[in-house]
């Protein structure tokens, strides 16, 4: 399941970015989908998935600022990121997993999803 990440860039503090993400081919209504972060020097991080039947899951550290979103129709999820700030730097990636074999106690876990798309760069300044 080829996955294109876009949308980031640079964005002072508290400013704002959407981040999309499309993949090709499939029933991407069943798809379990999630958004990870990476910053320099970290391991990848959790910031949120989007499951079928509307179940949205974040990460603390971004709760009440982030929220995905995602179009069926557009075979697309989408990431709505405010109060951006300068810990929030990272390469983002999307991943996903078609057949829904994640169980939830696992749904953080980068291993859970098969396919990824390439990241998109997200920097804030201060």
């Known amino acids: 399941v080829p996955l294109q990440a876009y949308g980031g860039g640079l964005v002072q503090a508290g400013g704002s970015l959407r981040l999309s993400c499309e993949a090709s081919?499939?029933?991407?209504?069943?798809?379990?989908m999630a958004w990870f972060r990476q910053a320099p020097g970290k391991e990848r991080a959790f910031v949120g998935a989007?499951?079928?039947?509307?179940?949205?899951y974040y990460a603390d550290s971004v709760k009440g600022r982030f929220t995905i979103s995602r179009d069926n129709a557009k075979n697309t999820v989408y990431l709505q990121m405010n109060s951006l700030t300068p810990e929030d730097t990272a390469v983002y990636f999307c991943?996903?997993?078609?057949?829904?074999?994640?169980?939830?106690?696992?749904?953080?876990?980068?291993?859970?999803?098969?396919?990824w798309g390439q990241g998109t760069l997200v920097t804030v300044s201060c």
């Open positions: 991943a996903a997993d078609p057949l829904g074999r994640t169980i939830l106690s696992q749904l953080r876990a980068a291993r859970s999803y098969d396919y």
């Open positions: 081919g499939g029933t991407f209504g069943n798809y379990r």
């Open positions: 989007s499951w079928s039947g509307g179940r949205l």
